[in-house]
């Protein structure tokens, strides 16, 4: 009998998020569900001593598997059978899956399976199927098996299977550049072999090309550890990240491309809608969340509900808790390979949260420039990237170019005006972000672009009983809800809680009329885990949820309707409509 599962990288983590309740079960880097119970001694965060495993090889099991290479993406099916004695497994023996090109140490695997996972298992033989990344390594699968002493010895070993391409480009993604005309095509491959983005107006008819800049980081440019640290499960070689900006396109136009070279390969053939001009009285829409990462049911199913509707979707604005790799480099490629299918056709636009940037050490090394960032003493702004500090994001992205990179940025399409901030920097009055903020929402033009949308990772405005985090808010409201009040800010979306949470019209904590003051709306609720806290009983909270979804906002020069969906039946949870 086979055992079907997803080869997921077991980089991830029992503590994904400061608010998260996620349940029973996860999914590892390469697709293997894993029950809580059965991590509490083969865990990416807290891997076995190597004192536990016995080195010498009893070559007693045989390994074989299904395919000899793969592409990004393919199921493998392993299988073992005992050549003597079957009654010699054991409940506790598990197979490890090795990249030796990023580590072959025993206890560098970077996803295990118990060997119970397949229904055959006490016969002494039995299979597992797992999806395979292409992190720029071959794969070797290994048996362990359980000796007197609970300790592992390895009892077999698999041939490697190798990546068909080990050049092939990987995780495509656009966003918008510095105007209307510009679209930006990122992608990640192992070689920096010159490579370009073909590009034209039919699939078969890409008849412009244009050469990308590749840039990459090592560990000495990372902040501190564990992110530092080099081996499974902290830095591996990252690849090389390319990077093309298209220009002079003509606008609200289908675009088709591909990326890659002749020698390395080339993706599949994507399509893109350029932007249109700002202020066009076409529909916007956006779909908005936070708080992904890549566990399952939840960021899964985020990702597979936009993507049902994609060609109804705008662009994506993620505001912050992208990845959740905190210091375990091989989760962004899994993140990448989660989001291609999405992020290459729509423009993916982002912004950082506390667990891209947040840091204690490594001042030099931060890619804002702004040494250690921001630690007010009413804030909890911590260690959240495990040594991280952003340096991942801005070689993975690049926004316009009117702020400061990936921590701030605006851009306007069709009738809206969108700004994304850093809540992980100083925006006190007086501060670099302050300024720039309070100039571009002075430079606004209502009548091209009516609506003004704030983004950022922590929210100005929730009502969740997390003290800390609540302390915050009131920071936040003391800090610059003047300013967002006084230029008449339309929407704020927030995410940090994993939960979902609508105000009313709001300012200095009282409602106000419509039209009045910025609604504010916690939209952490996309992949991370749920929260489950309480609420404080405050007279500004119109409706909260904590249930998995995302959320769609739809604006015109008249009317901008905002809607919360949950991604278990598409049901609308919550909506509300703002009217110029």
């Given at each position: 009998?086979?055992?079907i599962?997803?080869?997921v990288?077991?980089?991830?983590?029992?503590?994904?998020?400061?608010?998260?309740?996620e349940?029973?079960?996860?999914?590892?880097l390469?697709?293997?569900?894993?029950?809580?119970?059965?991590?509490?001694?083969?865990?990416?965060?807290e891997?076995?001593d190597?004192s536990?495993f016995s080195?010498?090889?009893n070559?007693?099991?045989?390994?074989?598997?299904?395919?000899?290479?793969?592409?990004?993406?393919t199921?493998?099916?392993?299988?073992?059978s005992?050549?003597?004695?079957?009654?010699?497994?054991?409940?506790?023996?598990?197979?490890?899956?090795?990249?030796?090109?990023?580590?072959?140490?025993?206890n560098?695997?970077?996803e295990?399976?118990?060997?119970?996972?397949?229904?055959?298992?006490?016969?002494?033989s039995?299979?597992?199927?797992?999806?395979?990344?292409?992190i720029?390594s071959?794969?070797?699968?290994?048996?362990?098996?359980?000796l007197?002493?609970?300790s592992?010895?390895?009892a077999?070993?698999?041939?490697?299977?190798a990546?068909?391409?080990?050049?092939?480009?990987?995780?495509?993604?656009?966003?918008?550049?510095?105007?209307?005309?510009?679209m930006?095509?990122?992608w990640?491959?192992?070689?920096?072999?010159?490579?370009?983005?073909?590009?034209?107006r039919?699939?078969?008819?890409l008849?412009?090309?244009?050469?990308?800049q590749?840039?990459?980081y090592?560990?000495?440019m990372?902040?501190?550890?564990?992110?530092n640290?080099t081996?499974?499960?902290?830095?591996?070689?990252?690849?090389?990240?390319?990077?093309?900006?298209?220009?002079?396109l003509?606008?609200s136009?289908?675009?088709?491309?591909?990326?890659?070279?002749?020698?390395?390969?080339?993706?599949s053939?994507?399509?893109?809608?350029?932007?249109?001009v700002p202020?066009?009285?076409?529909l916007?829409?956006?779909?908005?969340?936070?708080?992904?990462g890549?566990?399952?049911?939840?960021?899964?199913?985020?990702?597979?509900?936009?993507?049902?509707?994609?060609?109804?979707?705008?662009?994506?604005?993620?505001?912050?808790?992208?990845?959740?790799?905190?210091?375990?480099?091989?989760?962004?490629?899994?993140?990448?390979?989660?989001l291609?299918?999405?992020?290459?056709?729509?423009?993916?636009?982002?912004?950082?949260?506390?667990?891209?940037?947040d840091?204690?050490?490594g001042?030099?090394?931060?890619?804002?420039?702004?040494?250690?960032g921001f630690?007010?003493?009413?804030g909890?702004?911590?260690d959240?990237?495990r040594?991280?500090?952003?340096?991942?994001?801005?070689?993975r992205?690049?926004m316009?170019?009117?702020?400061?990179?990936?921590?701030w940025?605006?851009f306007?399409i069709?009738?809206?005006h969108?700004?994304?901030?850093?809540t992980?920097?100083d925006?006190?009055?007086?501060?670099?972000?302050?300024?720039w903020?309070?100039?571009?929402?002075q430079?606004?033009?209502?009548?091209?672009?009516?609506?003004?949308v704030?983004g950022?990772?922590?929210?100005?405005?929730?009502?969740?009983?997390?003290?800390?985090?609540?302390?915050?808010?009131?920071?936040?409201?003391?800090?610059?809800?003047?300013?967002?009040?006084?230029?008449?800010?339309?929407?704020a979306?927030?995410g940090?809680?994993?939960?979902y949470e609508?105000?009313?019209?709001?300012?200095?904590?009282?409602?106000?009329?419509?039209?009045?003051?910025?609604?504010h709306?916690?939209?952490?609720?996309?992949?991370a885990?749920l929260?489950?806290?309480?609420?404080?009983?405050?007279p500004?909270s119109v409706f909260?949820?904590?249930?998995?979804?995302?959320?769609?906002?739809?604006?015109?020069?008249?009317h901008?309707?905002?809607?919360y969906?949950h991604?278990?039946?598409?049901?609308?949870?919550?909506?509300?409509?703002?009217?110029?």
């Amino acid at each position: 009998m086979r055992c079907i599962c997803f080869l997921v990288l077991l980089l991830a983590s029992a503590t994904l998020a400061r608010h998260s309740s996620e349940g029973e079960w996860r999914r590892g880097l390469l697709g293997i569900m894993h029950h809580r119970d059965d991590e509490i001694t083969i865990d990416a965060r807290e891997r076995p001593d190597p004192s536990s495993f016995s080195f010498r090889s009893n070559a007693n099991v045989k390994l074989s598997t299904s395919i000899s290479q793969f592409r990004d993406g393919t199921d493998v099916t392993v299988s073992w059978s005992f050549q003597s004695d079957p009654k010699g497994v054991n409940a506790r023996d598990w197979i490890g899956v090795y990249a030796p090109k990023h580590g072959d140490g025993m206890n560098q695997y970077v996803e295990y399976v118990w060997v119970t996972k397949s229904p055959s298992w006490q016969s002494g033989s039995g299979n597992v199927t797992f999806t395979l990344l292409n992190i720029r390594s071959h794969y070797v699968f290994r048996y362990f098996a359980t000796l007197a002493d609970q300790s592992w010895s390895l009892a077999g070993s698999s041939d490697e299977v190798a990546p068909s391409n080990p050049d092939e480009p990987l995780g495509a993604h656009i966003a918008y550049g510095n105007d209307f005309a510009q679209m930006r095509v990122m992608w990640v491959s192992a070689s920096s072999r010159p490579s370009f983005v073909q590009f034209g107006r039919a699939p078969g008819r890409l008849d412009r090309a244009v050469s990308s800049q590749w840039k990459t980081y090592s560990a000495d440019m990372l902040c501190g550890a564990p992110a530092n640290r080099t081996g499974i499960p902290h830095f591996v070689d990252p690849g090389f990240m390319h990077e093309v900006l298209i220009k002079d396109l003509h606008p609200s136009t289908q675009y088709y491309y591909r990326v890659g070279n002749d020698v390395g390969g080339w993706s599949s053939v994507f399509r893109f809608v350029s932007a249109s001009v700002p202020g066009d009285s076409q529909l916007v829409r956006i779909a908005a969340f936070g708080d992904m990462g890549e566990s399952e049911p939840g960021s899964k199913h985020t990702v597979e509900r936009l993507i049902e509707k994609i060609n109804d979707i705008t662009y994506v604005a993620h505001i912050g808790d992208l990845s959740y790799a905190m210091g375990e480099s091989l989760y962004w490629d899994k993140f990448g390979y989660l989001l291609q299918n999405l992020a290459s056709r729509v423009p993916y636009m982002i912004n950082i949260g506390n667990h891209e940037y947040d840091h204690l050490y490594g001042a030099e090394n931060d890619p804002s420039g702004v040494g250690l960032g921001f630690h007010p003493s009413w804030g909890n702004f911590e260690d959240d990237s495990r040594g991280e500090c952003g340096v991942p994001v801005v070689h993975r992205w690049t926004m316009p170019e009117n702020g400061k990179g990936v921590f701030w940025f605006s851009f306007e399409i069709g009738s809206v005006h969108l700004i994304m901030m850093s809540t992980e920097h100083d925006f006190t009055k007086g501060s670099e972000q302050y300024q720039w903020l309070e100039k571009d929402l002075q430079s606004v033009n209502r009548v091209r672009t009516p609506w003004v949308v704030l983004g950022g990772h922590r929210p100005m405005y929730c009502s969740e009983k997390y003290m800390d985090d609540y302390n915050v808010t009131l920071g936040m409201q003391a800090a610059f809800e003047d300013l967002i009040y006084e230029n008449k800010v339309d929407l704020a979306i927030w995410g940090h809680y994993h939960s979902y949470e609508r105000t009313c019209p709001v300012y200095k904590q009282a409602c106000a009329k419509e039209g009045k003051a910025p609604v504010h709306v916690v939209i952490g609720m996309a992949g991370a885990g749920l929260d489950n806290a309480q609420y404080f009983d405050v007279p500004w909270s119109v409706f909260h949820d904590q249930k998995f979804g995302h959320s769609m906002i739809s604006a015109n020069h008249t009317h901008l309707v905002f809607e919360y969906i949950h991604n278990r039946d598409l049901q609308v949870a919550d909506s509300f409509t703002l009217t110029r």
